[in-house]
DNA sequence: ATTATCTATAGATCTATAGATAATGC
DNA sequence: ATTATCTATAGATCTATAGATAATGC
């Protein structure tokens, strides 16, 4: 990252890195932390220790570096989380949300996830339909599985629609993610995350299901 | 908003404004919807007609410009709204809770609060502490009143913290608030939003409180 | 010959200031 | 005399390009 300054001319072998994907990390970095119309070409290129006209010829222009860097970190969202439990969830219910909520806090907590969500608040991603279709899909998907445990009995009729209580699981999850688990986030708002995480998921399961939570 | 090019010279009476005013308001949505760096003075200055120059007679420089609008847009918020429903929480607990959400939904649905909203999320204040401390307040001035109400038997001890409750309720409606609420939100995005907040606090009411929800 | 870097620079902003100009209010 | 505007401009960036330089791989 902090390489001193390079002489004139293509560097030895020895001296080579990945440097698009150097770019690229600086870029989310810089990027999250003082979104697009902040960050500068030429101070992504410091932060490699490079000049700024190597952009350039990695890149087309500056767009061009945001939305490689945004592919590159990739959307890790609860839809992923969800998948992953796709077995779990016809066995334990209060045990299900719980880890799904453990889930999503190991997926997000990464410095690289917590760059993204930084630049998703940032740079009117937030009120691009990016993020909000991201958790219309995860409540839709998650109402899925509460009609289904409906249908099984293991989640009462009367409590109300699938998709409400699937908002009230997950709104609550991904409002203490945008508070807390930030690029620059500090241990103790990563813990303060992580403690709300599971202590709504907790609540919830014990409210909807009448059910203690499982131990930790 | 949209005068035409003045001549050099102080402007007659006949054409004089609330220039001050005009430009706080101009600031705060160019603010809002590109961010402060995204934001050049000359860009405030053209929106109200004048010259980039005449700022610097009314402000000392950008980041004056900046608190002054926010100054005047004030903080709106979900305590400000608690404390107007001071005398109803011990009337009907389910009733309180819709209230608050329609009253929540009021506040926050003005184009200035949404202006501040955006702003909010934008310029690194949702990462600072101000909007996070905000929640905090919030969630603890609202767990008063479900310790109150446990206290008087009108809602079960066993459910959990109020704490963890107030959180329950709350941190949906202000997640709904950021991804529908913002400075150039269509208008069936401020229906979801009307939506959400009142779907959310009549499901957690029922859910909580055993009761069925009040008519709208 | 190709690739990965560099230096130098054009042209477009942007913030902020200096100083001119014309209306207002005493 | 004071106030509210203007024009002009200095000085600092910023994006993007042109062209030089040195290592690499055939």
Avoid: C
């Amino acid at each position: 990252m902090d390489r001193t300054r390079r002489r004139v001319g293509r560097p030895p072998r020895s001296e080579a890195g990945d440097t698009r994907a150097e770019l690229m990390a600086a870029a989310l970095k810089l990027f999250s932390r003082n979104g697009f119309v902040g960050t500068s070409i030429r101070a992504i290129a410091r932060e490699v220790g490079l000049s700024e006209s190597v952009l350039y010829s990695h890149f087309r222009n500056k767009q061009d570096i945001y939305q490689a860097a945004m592919r590159m970190a990739g959307p890790q969202g609860a839809i992923t989380a969800l998948d992953a439990l796709d077995g779990l969830d016809s066995a334990d219910p209060a045990n299900f949300l719980v880890t799904l909520a453990e889930r999503l806090f190991e997926i997000w907590d990464s410095p690289q996830s917590r760059q993204v969500a930084s630049l998703l608040v940032r740079d009117g991603l937030l009120h691009d339909t990016a993020l909000s279709d991201g958790i219309e899909s995860a409540v839709a998907r998650l109402a899925e599985v509460f009609n289904r445990w409906v249908a099984e009995g293991r989640l009462p009729a009367d409590l109300g629609a699938a998709e409400d209580l699937a908002f009230a699981l997950l709104a609550p999850i991904a409002h203490a993610r945008m508070l807390w688990l930030h690029a620059d986030a500090s241990p103790g708002q990563r813990r303060t995350a992580h403690d709300r995480f599971v202590r709504h998921a907790t609540l919830f399961a014990r409210v909807t299901l009448g059910a203690p939570a499982p131990a930790e």
